[in-house]
């Protein structure tokens, strides 16, 4: 069992879209999903770089 769950966490170098199937994110709402976390990740990313700027 241990064994399996490793090679699930290591599956994704492999096929990078093995966690669609898996999931609960129907495949028609990953798009949707994708973007979502894409404005995320760069909101974050923005906020980030404007604290370094003001600490420095």
Wanted: net charge positive; no cysteine.
């Amino acid at each position: 069992m241990v064994s399996e769950a490793h090679l699930i966490q290591l599956a994704h170098l492999f096929d990078p879209m093995l966690a669609v199937p898996t999931s609960l994110v129907k495949p028609h709402k990953l798009g949707k999903l994708l973007s979502s976390l894409t404005r995320h990740f760069l909101n974050l990313f923005l906020a980030i770089a404007l604290v370094k700027k003001q600490i420095l």
